[in-house]
């Protein structure tokens, strides 16, 4: 089994959502990734394979509903304050049919914060899917093709500006620059490259793509850039040259 691991990572800016928008949009996520596989049937409440579920899968509207009530954000002091800027947070553990649960080729989780709004950084929306190594509907590891279909589903519900698939071992490798007003006192450039990058329309039309690297154009005019078609690994140096070679073909739009 690869040693690399990797999480699907969505990020925009200010955004707010009424409850019953953030039901719909959340319900509509969560129905179309179990169907796009069974990894995603089940949201728990831990890694346990005996662990509770937040919710049945599919969901229906008035759980939804529900579900987004809960889980706007609040303030630790005083307690249970609802604090409406950073929108409505999720965490769940997703390990499918109860048969595939605690195996870890199976593991994987989901975290989001929507809805937020406001100018501070801590106000962004993100979502991130740490992936498990195996698909379940193909007893195989992630492909290119598998992924790039996922960012169609991000894109479709949630809109966001920036969204890649992150090896986690690049991250590593990943280009900062300085940053005096970030508490690490240094920030990565976005887009940052990952092993699939999108770049949205304004960006993609300034951007030249090296010949390498695989290119799928969207309707909007933004694109889908492939490092490669096989899983991305750190320890492959074509794989590594295609990422920097990348890296020089966006850092004309990073900002």
């Known amino acids: 089994m690869s040693e690399e691991r990797y999480e699907l990572r969505a990020w925009w800016n200010s955004r707010p959502l009424d409850v019953a928008q953030c039901a719909k949009q959340f319900r509509a996520f969560v129905d179309t990734l179990a169907e796009f596989d069974p990894i995603f049937s089940s949201w728990l409440r831990s890694s346990a394979p005996s662990a509770h579920p937040w919710f049945a899968v599919p969901l229906g509207a008035d759980e939804a509903l529900q579900f987004a009530t809960k889980a706007r954000a609040r303030y630790d002091s005083p307690p249970d304050r609802l604090w409406p ?25 989901a975290s989001l914060q ?28 992630w492909t290119a093709g598998d992924l790039r279909a996922l960012m169609k589903l991000v894109l479709r519900i949630w809109a966001p500006r920036e969204l890649s698939v992150d090896c986690q071992r690049y991250d590593a490798f990943v280009p900062e620059i300085e940053d005096k007003t970030n508490a690490t006192g240094s920030r990565r450039l976005l887009p940052w490259v990952g092993w699939l990058t999108y770049l949205p329309a304004d960006l993609a039309a300034k951007v030249a793509i090296p010949p390498e690297i695989g ?7 933004g694109l889908i850039a492939t490092l ?9 140096p ?18």
Do not use: C
């Not at 106000?123 to 509907?137: E, G, P, W």
């Open 85 to 109: 800027e950073m929108g409505y947070r999720v965490f769940g553990w997703n390990g499918g049919p109860p048969e595939y649960r605690g195996r870890k080729a199976f593991m994987a989780s």
């Open 238 to 255: 074509v794989h590594m040259a295609r990422a920097r070679a990348m890296e020089a073909a966006i850092r004309p739009v990073q900002s």
């Open 114 to 141: 929507v809805g937020a709004f406001g100018r501070d950084q801590a106000h962004r929306n993100y979502i991130i899917l740490n992936l498990s190594q195996t698909r379940i509907a193909t007893n195989a590891p």
């Open 215 to 221: 290119v799928e154009r969207l309707d909007d005019g």
């Open 228 to 236: 490669s078609e096989e899983p991305f690994t750190v320890d492959d």
